[in-house]
């Protein structure tokens, strides 16, 4: 039943959308064949190792022997460190389904279906999937150097709300004098997210450099004044009093400049139709682009390595870690800004405390578990994003409280962070021999 | 344009109010900061406490022939201490044990915990409005925790309603003696020393013989508990047992800038706590704007921030937060 | 007393210790004999309850025991004197000696202190309870590593290379009190490569090679020649080169250097020296005597007090005043000053980047433009590699993988690719095997020969004698007069290392 409407629906969709579902189903059913093949081998293992240990050590003592040791493992090859990945992955994900079905009663192959459904059912959700992964990505990719310098922007959330908030400003009270300028219009709105992004990191940056205070909680801090700020003008611009809501602005219906600063309007809007999101996507791919080249190819890419590999080193071969922290974070606060400004002016085009939507703390995730690499935080943002979004298709469809969706994704994480662990690490289980004639044999 | 009404009792009461809270989860996150683990999930715990306390008033509710108020608080700290327990539990496996990296631990901890808070919440409410209600109300529940020698506070007129108030309850009182339970725990006693040693110097610890392992679940679990209860208090005393979606707001954060605020030491956490309780009530007694109102509700925030200045500014030995805040500890490592 | 059998301890594929069975007897001092990576520490470490052996067994009085932490092994009366003190800096004296001891709830702080100092007294040390960690001496707080585990009953002391921070006198000391504590029917095991303390001072010697057990005899029947053959293998001569001296040309001139650490304490006061090219400038002195801030002081690291002056005397262009300038500045100005730090993973190198990245350190910046340029840093690593034979998988391999001897190869050749005027280092061969030693020195000889201005920071007064052509003192901050190893004995330098008023008029 659920192929059959899925052949139908699938049928209905134009080309282009048919070309990407056909890739997602074969993306999906080479994972889960791994996955299943992942789980099978990696029992394989730990049941062999075990037997080993059995057949070497017979005289293993038997009192007081600790149970679990915890051993550093060897450095794992490529595809040993994938397996265990995506084999716990995959329990994690049982473990999400367990619960759901537990919880709602819906069977396994509803659920399956209803968060495809969410995020490919249509092309206005396959749109979205795309768009909000590339969001996430986007930040992500902002976080990539500073992490790796060990400076912790937990304030991403409010680097995008400020480069939002900016951008919505301009759009607001320039909108009269450059709607026939766009051009310059979307240079001003560019140069104003980057630059409000860059002015919420420039404090926790300088005091970092400067005196060494916290940036986990500094950034932490300046989140809620961003908050706090967006809401004050929310409440101030709003269209209708009391409503706190800012509307769309340069509405279709019923503004004096339609579209106007709409970054979906008025870029490639010949050839992908009003409304779409690619422009987004080239945006957020040149920037990923540039990291990468940045931080493999550049001087100050190799400085960053080595701020975050020892303060003192660098300090030994002449970098000026204070510039090169300030610079960083400077760099990484106005790629925060930026995503905030596409999201005003390429998906929202709105001003609301909720624009960041978590982004600056899910890529906080994402940067850390994807270990800098770009293709791995490209995909855990779409695994994030496919959960979210089919989260909203599980509220209404199986009635799932959309909260349960950060439930649920908090532990996809934690299964994650498990992984991590197997990876790093290698327990070894000490078996008992209870003889003591067998140790009275040995000793002798 | 703004009148101000400071010297209310009212304000005084939220003030308290919300103080408490924080001091409750700063107590936590202090022991557990303490033990070398900056735990960036309390903001979720703390809403599992909460959500935890409703959980078990709603049970008791629906479920008792004779109220019984004792029995009522009971029921909801139990529910509220197993919640905060597993939460705490999640963080301490993944970080002491499993070696995980504890920010990105803390936050997908502190999303978990608000989402299960929300989620529950949103279920009873369904459940105790049949099927149509947003929230859950434990009134009954919330008068007993706030039924507190009340005789005394309508006896003695203002001094008895600054602070004997019906509305602190008894973990208000219960905060307070912990602070200072908390203060002589590190100073007096032999494991409080040895929870200090851990937390700065967890391989001196280890070689002294201190087993660093467990003294860390203690501390994380412990900081946990009492964090919950923060939650249990908001919500039983300053919201009287009403939940809605995200009733604690950034209470956990707060409480996490509050214990760097106090250097880490209980007793400065007390002022600390009501001086931050009273920031963030102040909007509500100044006469603001609605939009006047939200620059007010940064102050808290912005007050954190110099504080987290000016101590980086000042180098003392003994100011500094513990040596092995944020790190691992391994003993075979090589 | 104790009796260790087959013991053994592998660390990924690196074999730590094989089958090693050893018995150490109560009222006698053993010592552990071997070069750094010989596994000395790492058995003793096994004792302590610090690692688990992967196989074998511990027996004590004849009974089997097992040790899985430290509290077990203090149970079992054994107590561990670090290399690295296991002190906690914020805490006070008495409260490290009582730390994990759960003797009761509350802290009597005064009755704690009056039992540490009984027990201090009763074996003869010297220490005060009530002082902070974070405000002692070196020598202070290896003494009170030694009380604590008295106070916690320790019959078997094992001292891992106690020496290391002490001068001759104050080791002296020590070893009286080994013999006081030896009388009282302690069991002493001292680890050490100090062929010298050895024959002072044991009744017993083990000797350990490459992780394993190869000679057990009594100190009587030892000699220094036999000891060295038996630790490394074959028959090795003690003879360091000292190549004569051709045309000294000054090149660096230290005046009045004064260096205030972060609590305001004075570690550098008034030094004044010069330094030649062509010459081997020894500073001697105990750790901590200020060695590390004069060398990154030179080095634009640290910071100097007013009237502090160090002047460069470039080949070709005119003077500089180094004074007051950063490392950046100083690298910016052309002056090429190589500096091989103590901390090698710590300053010197990044320990998760390769070899590569790790000459990259001082070659990335030689391009104007944006990118860097990985070429020349790849060939230099490779020279490095081939003529230092520094044994790695691969030149991009994390240099915290490779072994000490390793890494201090790679950080000495890449300071050596750098052509300096000035060639500065402290501790080069310290935790390192006879073999990479003696290329080391002999690199140092070939940079003498060469020009350089060599300034060789040690601890080892035999190198020292042997290798340098000017020897300093340093000692609490202030430095001697230039003496001539030639002429100066072991023991005039060692009461320099002592005395307070080492300037001379």
Redesign the interface.
């Known amino acids: 039943m659920f192929l059959s409407s899925a052949i139908d629906s699938y049928l209905r969709l134009d080309r282009f959308e048919r070309v990407l579902r056909a890739v997602a189903i074969t993306f999906i059913s080479v994972a889960i064949v791994c996955i299943c093949v992942v789980g099978v081998v990696w029992l394989v293992n730990i049941i062999s190792a075990t037997l080993k240990r059995r057949r070497e050590?017979p005289k293993e003592?038997s009192?007081?022997?600790?149970l679990f040791?915890?051993?550093?493992n060897?450095e794992l090859k490529f595809w040993q460190k994938l397996l265990i990945r995506v084999g716990i992955f995959l329990l994690g994900f049982v473990l999400y389904m367990i619960i759901i079905s537990l919880i709602t009663g819906a069977s396994g192959g509803q659920i399956l279906s209803t968060l495809f459904n969410g995020n490919f059912g249509s092309s206005i959700s396959i749109w979205a999937l795309l768009r909000n992964t590339f969001l996430l990505f986007g930040v992500a990719v902002a976080l990539v150097p500073v992490f790796k310098m060990r400076f912790?922007n937990?304030g991403a959330e409010g680097q995008i709300l400020v480069g939002g908030l900016a951008t919505f400003a301009i759009m607001k009270y320039l909108t009269p004098a450059l709607h026939n300028m766009q051009f310059l219009l979307f240079i001003i709105m560019f140069l104003g997210g980057i630059l409000a992004g860059m002015l919420w990191g420039v404090f926790p940056a300088l005091?970092k450099a400067k005196?060494?205070?916290?940036e986990?909680?500094?950034t932490?801090?300046?989140n809620?004044?961003a908050i706090?700020?967006v809401?004050?003008f929310c409440?101030?611009w709003e269209k209708i009093p009391g409503s706190?809501e800012v509307g769309i602005i340069n509405n279709v219906f019923g503004s004096e400049y339609p579209r106007v600063g709409w970054i979906s309007n008025n870029f490639l809007s010949g050839i992908f139709g009003n409304g779409n999101y690619v422009v987004l996507l080239l945006l957020v791919s040149i920037v990923a682009l540039a990291m990468y080249v940045y931080m493999k190819?550049?001087?100050?890419?190799?400085?960053i390595?080595?701020v975050g590999?020892?303060v003192?080193?660098a300090?030994?071969?002449?970098?000026?870690v204070q510039k090169v922290t300030i610079r960083t974070v400077l760099i990484s606060s106005a790629i925060c800004g930026f995503v905030g400004m596409l999201i005003v002016a390429g998906v929202d085009h709105s001003l609301s405390p909720n624009l960041a939507a978590?982004r600056g703390?899910t890529a906080?995730?994402v940067t850390?578990?994807g270990n800098f690499n770009m293709g791995f935080m490209l995909i855990i943002s779409a695994i994030l994003t496919f959960f979210s979004a089919g989260a909203k298709r599980l509220a209404s469809d199986i009635s799932l409280?959309a909260?349960?969706?950060?439930?649920?994704?908090?532990?996809l994480?934690?299964f994650i962070?498990?992984s991590?662990?197997f990876i790093?690490?290698r327990v070894k289980i000490n078996l008992k021999k209870k003889e003591k004639e067998e140790l009275v044999n040995a000793?002798n | 344009m703004l009148a101000i009404e400071i010297f209310s009792v009212s304000f005084f009461a939220a003030m308290i109010l919300n103080g408490i809270t924080l001091l409750f989860g700063c107590i936590g996150e202090t022991i557990t900061e303490k033990a070398g683990h900056l735990n960036l999930g309390i903001p979720g715990i703390m809403y599992m406490g909460g959500i935890g306390a409703i959980l078990g008033a709603f049970i008791y509710e629906a479920n008792a022939t004779n109220f019984n108020g004792f029995l009522a608080i009971l029921c909801a700290v139990f529910f509220s201490v197993l919640l905060s327990a597993l939460g705490g539990g999640i963080y301490a496996v993944l970080t002491v044990s499993l070696r995980a990296n504890q920010n990105v631990t803390g936050l997908a901890l502190t999303t978990f915990g608000m989402g299960l808070a929300n989620f529950l919440g949103g279920s009873l409410g369904k459940l105790a409005q049949g099927g149509s209600g947003v929230f859950v109300s434990v009134k009954r529940t919330s008068d007993a925790f706030t039924f507190f020698i009340p005789w005394l506070s309508e006896r003695t007129g203002l001094f008895g309603e600054l602070f004997f108030n019906s509305r602190y309850g008894f973990l208000t009182y219960i905060a307070l003696i912990l602070a200072v339970l908390v203060h002589f725990f590190f100073k007096k006693t032999r494991v409080g020393l040895n929870l200090k040693a851990v937390g700065e110097n967890p391989q001196a610890s280890d070689a002294a013989g201190i087993n660093v392992t467990k003294y860390k679940y203690v501390a994380i679990m412990v900081g946990s508990i009492i964090a919950g209860l923060g939650g249990c208090y908001f919500v039983m005393n300053y919201l009287k047992g009403v939940w809605q979606h995200g009733a604690l707001g950034d209470a956990g954060w707060l409480a996490v800038a509050l214990v760097i605020f106090s250097l880490w030491r209980p007793l400065r956490s007390i002022w600390g706590a009501l001086l931050f309780g009273a920031l963030t009530v102040a909007y509500n007694y100044l006469h603001a704007s609605t939009s006047q109102q939200e620059i007010l509700k940064m102050l808290p925030y912005l007050v954190t921030i110099i504080v987290l200045i000016v101590t980086s500014l000042n180098k003392r030995r003994e100011d500094q937060p513990p040596g092995s805040l944020g790190l691992h500890y391994f003993r075979e490592e090589r | 007393m104790f009796e260790l059998k087959n013991l053994s301890k592998y660390f990924g594929s690196v074999i730590a210790n094989e089958d090693i069975s050893l018995k150490i007897n109560e009222g006698e001092i053993l010592a552990l004999l071997g070069e750094n990576g010989s596994g000395k520490t790492t058995l003793m470490n096994m004792l302590a309850g610090l690692y688990f052996p992967d196989s074998g067994q511990i027996f004590h009085e004849g009974e089997e025991i097992v040790i899985k932490s430290p509290k077990d092994a203090s149970d079992h009366g054994i107590g561990m004197i670090h290399q690295h003190f296991k002190l906690v800096d914020l805490l006070t004296a008495a409260e490290n000696v009582i730390l994990g001891l759960n003797k009761g709830f509350l802290l009597d702080r005064e009755k704690i202190e009056q039992e540490i100092k009984e027990v201090a007294d009763m074996y003869g040390f010297n220490i005060d309870p009530k002082k902070k960690v974070y405000n002692m001496t070196v020598s202070e707080k290896q003494t009170l590593e030694i009380v604590k585990v008295l106070y916690r009953g320790a019959n078997l002391l094992i001292l891992d290379e106690p020496t290391a921070v002490l001068t001759p006198q104050e080791a002296k000391q020590l070893f009286k009190a080994l013999q006081r504590l030896k009388e009282r029917g302690k069991a002493i095991v001292l680890i050490t490569h100090k062929m010298n303390e050895v024959l002072e001072v044991s009744d017993n010697i083990a000797v350990l090679r490459k992780g394993r057990l190869v000679a057990r005899l009594d100190t009587k029947d030892a000699t220094e020649l036999k000891l060295a053959e038996l630790m490394v293998g074959e028959k090795v001569s003690l003879n360091i080169k000292r190549s004569k001296v051709k045309d000294p040309v000054l090149r660096l001139e230290i005046r009045n250097l004064s260096v205030k650490n972060l609590y305001g304490r004075t570690v550098l006061d008034d030094v004044s020296f010069d330094a030649y090219g062509g010459e081997i400038l020894g500073i001697a002195g105990i750790s901590g005597s200020g060695q590390k801030e004069l060398l990154e002081a030179i080095a634009g690291l640290e910071h100097a007090q007013k009237g502090s002056d160090i002047t460069y005397y470039h080949p070709k262009h005119n003077e500089v005043k180094l004074i007051g300038k950063s490392p950046l500045q100083i690298k910016r100005l052309g002056i090429s000053l190589s500096f091989v730090p103590e901390d090698r993973l710590g300053m010197g190198l990044v320990g998760s980047m390769g070899m590569v990245d790790n000459v990259l350190l001082r070659t990335y910046d030689e391009t104007p433009n944006f990118y860097k340029n990985r070429k020349r840093a790849k060939k230099i690593a490779k020279e490095i590699k081939d003529e230092l034979a520094v044994s790695t998988p691969s030149e991009d391999t994390a240099v915290q993988t490779l072994s000490g001897g390793n890494v201090q190869k790679v950080l000495v050749g890449r300071e050596i690719a750098n052509n300096p005027i000035v060639f500065m280092t402290a501790y080069a061969v310290r935790g390192l095997d006879i073999n990479t030693s003696y290329v080391i020195y002999d690199i140092l000889n070939k940079q003498k020969e060469a020009g350089v201005a060599v300034i060789y920071v040690g601890e080892d007064l035999d190198v020292l004698l042997a290798l340098s052509d000017k020897i300093l003192v340093l000692s609490n901050g202030s430095i001697s007069k230039p003496l001539d190893p030639k002429k100066v004995t072991k023991e005039e330098i060692g009461l320099l290392m002592t005395n307070k008023m080492v300037k001379e008029s």
Do not use: C, H
């Open positions: 050590n003592k009192t007081k022997t600790p040791r915890i051993v550093k060897k912790w937990i005091f005196f060494g205070t916290n986990t909680l500094f932490l801090m300046m809620y004044i706090q700020l809401r004050y409440i101030k706190g190819y550049t001087k100050q890419g190799y400085e390595k080595v590999g020892s003192n080193t300090n030994y071969a002449a970098i000026d978590g703390f906080i995730t850390w578990l409280n909260s349960m969706s950060d439930v649920l994704i908090g532990i994480i934690f962070l498990i991590e662990f790093r690490y000793s």
